[in-house]
């Protein structure tokens, strides 16, 4: 038998159990090619302008690198250690190491650049596909065409020929190092397993849960005022990820063990075949997996989270347009509007109008804030709008009352206010006291009047019109005028936004358009969803690859486990019951820990980006989960048959 002749043979014999390495693989390429063909893509400028992806796309790509660099190369190793064996053997029969690693080398060779010519294709029959996908989420009007790019294939193959020789040098270190004994040990010592849950690798568990709590805490009051500085605050977040992440490999490390040693020790030690299947074989291999699974539970919270942020901010885009811009159209001149009335009524476009004076005075809210987060007086001198009760329909306050209007998400949580309590309305030369109604959920006037997000007061007419009387110059807008406008016939409401920008309103920002608005803000978060869900979906198929074949291999390991079990008397079905529950720990334990993490991320921070958090974040964490799951469910597949060998 020649070389090739056993090269081919063995790459044959192998491909069983590298069939989802190939598919990874496949899918890697393929990610990567469509998404620096992206980047080089003559329909990214189909938009004028309206997407500056060319950088995003750039580092996005890097990052994709990273991972399935990582990917590759751990898969690797667990292949590598699988045929140590086969390897220890080729020795055995006199050939020399330089050959085996020739033999190694080869079988990689066209296994890799197999796949890797099969990504590409794969790749950009789906490129035009990802584009409009693209120009879908962010809104951009433009045709996708089919479009091959030498020079996304030139740096495809650049990174995954990169790739590869990284590969064979770990392939050749490792033959190199390795005596034939130690060849043929190697399986065997791919993990420790641990005999006895010691009292300190309990205190480790208690610790790791600690951590992870205080962690969560530290998170709940991040913007809560309880870190006044940019620096408290900085130290804050180091703190956050400092305890989680340490301790989520003390978890690993001993909580999980210590768990299941608890519910071994109710029952006495007698386990029924389900719980030595699962709790005995999770308990005495988590230990040695604590770092592995750490990285993946740490890198799924933060594809989980920063997926959920930038898709609160998309699913929020509406929302937000409409709290910054009430109407569909908003002016700050009557000059302006009347302009565009002439408009709207030449084309027979019916529409109302809604019309307020609005001035602006310093408030006092010290006494009816409940954060002490406020820095350097603010509170003290806070530029307010303030419209008269008579602009709002089923308004009626006193003339010692104000009731305020909108409040933004954002504001809410860092300067919360109480629901009743004394605020003072400022004019230039005069001070009046107000009894403090509470807060409406409507925002009444656009973004322009509300000095970033601060909410609206409203005062009677009489407290309106002696304010107006004192005014200080200095706070004033240079519009004291609001002036909204619907749109009657939804249908109609793209042909007067084309009026809208034909007149130039849509350039400056003293003049709004909602669905601009709306639209901008998913053009721009959009893009950073679809990158990011780019990398969360690559990391996931890596990182349940990975999983998986560590299932492989103990699935192997374990293989002479299920023979003296069925020799015992348990059927075939009995181990499969016990393998899934197994897989559900496996799988499940990382899964859950990654989830909770990535809630808490966002829990704290949501509201700076967005106006809606429970839809959004059920909707990705599902999908993440569903997704997820699909590992698990091959990996029961696989140790069906390797149970069913053993038998």
Request: glycine fraction near 8%; aromatic fraction near 14%; hydrophobic fraction near 50%.
């Amino acid at each position: 038998m020649n070389i090739n002749t056993l090269i081919f043979r063995n790459l044959k014999k192998n491909l069983k159990n590298y069939y989802l390495y190939v598919f990874a693989l496949v899918f890697s390429v393929a990610l990567y090619f469509a998404f620096v063909t992206l980047q080089y893509d003559p329909s990214m400028d189909a938009a004028k302008g309206s997407i500056k992806g060319g950088a995003a796309i750039k580092a996005g790509s890097v990052l994709l690198v990273m991972i399935v660099t990582i990917f590759l190369l751990y898969a690797n190793t667990i292949f590598i250690k699988r045929r140590g064996k086969e390897i220890g053997l080729f020795q055995l029969i006199g050939m020399t190491k330089s050959k085996i690693f020739w033999i190694l080398t080869m079988e990689n060779f066209l296994l890799y650049f197999g796949s890797m010519i099969l990504g590409i294709l794969i790749g950009f029959s789906f490129s035009k596909l990802i584009i409009m996908i693209m120009f879908n989420i962010t809104g951009v009007d433009a045709i996708a065409e089919l479009h091959f790019s030498t020079q996304a294939l030139f740096q495809t193959v650049m990174v995954f020929s990169a790739i590869y020789i990284l590969i064979m040098v770990m392939n050749f270190l490792f033959i190199k190092r390795q005596s034939i004994l130690a060849l043929f040990r190697v399986r065997s010592s791919t993990e420790t397993k641990v005999k006895k849950v010691s009292a300190w690798i309990m205190m480790l568990g208690i610790l790791g849960v600690a951590l992870i709590a205080a962690g969560y805490y530290v998170s709940s009051k991040l913007f809560e005022g309880d870190f006044q500085t940019m620096q408290e605050l900085f130290a804050a977040m180091i703190f956050i990820l400092a305890t989680v992440i340490l301790g989520t490999y003390l978890f690993y490390k001993g909580s999980v063990s210590f768990i299941f040693q608890i519910i071994r020790k109710k029952k006495g030690g007698y386990l029924n075949i389900n719980e030595v299947m699962s709790l005995s074989s999770v308990m005495f291999r988590m230990k040695s997996n604590a770092l592995l699974l750490t990285i993946i539970t740490t890198v799924s919270a933060l594809a989980i989270g920063l997926l959920s942020l930038s898709y609160i901010s998309y699913y929020s885009a509406e929302k937000m347009a409409k709290d910054n811009v009430p109407s569909d159209f908003t002016f700050t001149s009557k000059e302006a509007f009347t302009k565009f009335k002439d408009k709207l009524e030449q084309k027979s476009i019916k529409f109302s109008k809604e019309e307020m004076e609005v001035i602006m005075v310093a408030a006092d809210l010290e006494e009816v804030t409940e954060s002490d987060f406020a820095v350097n007086g603010t509170l003290e001198a806070m530029p307010t709008s303030i419209i008269s009760e008579k602009e709002i329909k089923g308004i009626d306050v006193g003339k010692k009352e104000v009731l305020f209007s909108g409040y933004s998400d954002m504001l809410q949580k860092v300067l919360p206010l109480a629901d009743s309590g004394r605020i003072v309305l400022k004019g230039k030369k005069e001070s009046i006291e107000q009894d403090y109604l509470g807060m409406r959920d409507e925002f009444p006037i656009s973004w322009y009047y509300t000095a970033g997000g601060s909410p609206v007061g409203i005062v009677d007419d009489d407290i309106f019109a002696e304010l107006k009387q004192d005014l200080d110059p200095a706070i004033q807008k240079e519009s004291n005028i609001y002036i909204g406008v619907d749109i009657d016939k939804r249908e109609k409401l793209d042909e007067a936004n084309a009026l809208f920008h034909e007149l130039g309103f849509g350039e400056g920002f003293e003049h709004d358009s909602q669905q601009d608005l709306a639209g901008e803000q998913k053009r721009n978060i959009g893009l950073i969803m679809f990158i990011v869900g780019f990398l969360g979906l690559t990391f996931l198929i890596t990182s349940g690859c990975i999983l998986y074949f560590k299932q492989m291999d103990e699935s192997e390991d374990e293989k002479p486990n299920y023979t003296i079990l069925r020799k015992l008397g348990f059927t075939q079905s009995d181990l499969i019951r016990g393998i899934r529950a197994k897989q559900l720990f496996n799988f499940g334990i990382p899964l859950m820990i990654g989830l909770i993490h990535s809630y808490f991320a966002v829990k704290s921070g949501w509201f700076l980006f967005g106006g809606e958090f429970d839809i959004p974040m059920v909707i990705v964490m599902g999908l993440y989960a569903a997704l997820y799951s699909i590992f698990g469910f091959l990996s029961v597949l696989y140790y069906k048959k390797v149970i069913h060998q053993a038998l």
